[in-house]
């Protein structure tokens, strides 16, 4: 299974960019989107940036995933 995770940019230094993953921060390599900027939301899969998404669908992807967490940690 795959799982691809929105995370949004705090920091870009080359081709690699620091994110934000709801107050996880990771480096992730950025060089398969074009014209990022921070502030910008991602998809991240193993590491790597793979598309760039809008605010308001990455927020409520990351409820989701939240909420789906939650659900699973009291199963």
Do not use: Q, W
């Not at 995370?7 to 993953?21: F, L, N, P, Q, T």
């Not at 921060?25 to 991240?44: A, E, F, P, Q, R």
């Amino acid at each position: 299974m795959c799982l691809a995770i929105p995370a949004k940019i705090i920091e870009i230094e080359g081709d690699d960019s620091k994110v934000d993953y709801g107050g996880i921060i990771k480096v992730v390599n950025t060089s398969l989107v074009d014209d990022l900027k921070i502030g910008d939301y991602i998809l991240i899969h193993a590491g790597f940036a793979i598309e760039k998404l809008d605010k308001e669908n990455a927020i409520l992807a990351l409820k989701e995933i939240e909420r789906y967490s939650k659900v699973v940690e009291n199963a």
